[in-house]
């Protein structure tokens, strides 16, 4: 009796396998792209607002012709708030699209740019006067502005600040903002706003971990040229005139040492024409050094720093840049010692 050759199951086994193993890959390579699609709609703000704020080039004008519908899609939709809840559930905020920068003043949004040599607004006829024992029923008025790293060391002073019971301190800090870029985000009259709706008597200041990159134009003003060094100095200045116009008194805080030792170097660069216009400012504009405060006694990048206490404490975010609640808290001491010892204003 002949026996029924197996050959033919084999080939068939081996035939009928073959499409749903092309069948796998292709759905694996959909997912991917579905994915990718779907991370792209609901971080494209973010994206959008990184390039708006990168150096001026081809690189930046094609991403933000290409991300602007995507973006636009997505506010429209309202994603971006699903990665602002996501940030706050994990602690992060790094990653906040341009529309969900943390800020607690109410209505404020961002204004077009104007001359660069625009006249600083005269001081008003009733200027604020200083306050040196603040109470319940007469608190002591402060405004914290400044950028990511402003909201690293604003959200810890406002609380410091409150905790006192005779302090009313507002924040208004914008993450990737600065001085550079007002076709971005225009601070002078940020703070003009500011200055009516809060009318601050203490001005703390954190900002310009944005502002190493050119001045677009035209024509574009290099950074680092002798040109930029200038027209950065004046813009410094009008921002600190302006703080003090109605008599407030102003602590411009510098910038902490980074870790990459390039954009470290970039800061400190900063720090010195930040110094030197609130000296030229004096009395009424302080700067507060951080260089030692939250680094090295050489005044270097450190993650970690000994407190008086003797305890090791950590005060830098991971990319080397940002602060940890902690950093922010130590900064936070430092401003409201100087407000208590340079000021002569007595605080709980």
């Not at 796998?24 to 390579?29: E, L």
């Not at 170097?265 to 504009?285: E, F, G, H, K």
Request: aromatic share 6%; hydrophobic share 40%; glycine share 6%.
């Amino acid at each position: 009796m002949t026996q029924p050759d197996p050959n033919p199951e084999v080939a068939t086994v081996t035939t009928e396998a073959d499409p749903p193993s092309r069948h796998r890959w292709t759905r694996v390579f959909c997912l991917g792209v579905v994915s990718f699609l779907l991370w792209l709609l609901l971080f494209a703000p973010t994206l959008q607002h990184n390039a708006q704020v990168s150096p001026v080039g081809t690189r930046r004008t094609v991403s933000l012709d290409l991300l602007g519908p995507i973006a636009d899609t997505s506010r429209v939709l309202q994603l971006s708030r699903i990665v602002s809840v996501t940030d706050d559930l994990t602690g992060r905020t790094g990653n906040r699209p341009g529309d969900g920068s943390i800020t607690r003043v109410e209505g404020v949004q961002a204004h077009p740019p104007q001359s660069e040599h625009r006249p600083t607004p005269a001081t008003t006829t009733t200027t604020l006067a200083p306050i040196t024992h603040p109470s319940a029923a007469n608190p002591l008025r402060v405004l914290i502005v400044g950028d990511s790293l402003g909201i690293d060391m604003g959200g810890p002073l406002q609380n410091d600040l409150a905790t006192t019971g005779v302090v009313t301190a507002t924040l208004d800090a914008r993450e990737s903002t600065g001085l550079t870029r007002p076709d971005y985000f225009n601070w002078p009259d940020e703070l003009q706003t500011d200055l009516a709706s809060a009318r601050p008597q203490v001005i703390v200041v954190l900002m310009g971990a944005n502002d190493a990159q050119d001045f677009p134009g035209p024509p574009d003003v290099p950074f680092t040229s002798p040109q930029w060094n200038v027209l950065y100095a004046t813009r410094v200045s009008n921002f600190m005139h302006l703080a003090e116009s109605q008599g407030a008194d102003v602590i411009w805080v510098g910038l902490p040492p980074m870790q990459n030792a390039a954009l470290s170097a970039q800061m400190s660069d900063l720090n010195y024409i930040d110094q030197t216009q609130a000296s030229l400012l004096a009395p009424r504009v302080h700067f507060i050094s951080t260089t030692k405060l939250i680094g090295t006694a050489r005044g270097t990048y450190t993650p970690f720093i000994t407190n008086a206490a003797g305890q090791v404490v950590n005060v830098r975010a991971p990319d080397g840049i940002h602060l940890t609640p902690a950093g922010g808290e130590v900064i936070s001491q430092r401003v409201i010692k100087f407000m208590q010892s340079d000021l002569h204003i007595e605080l709980p």
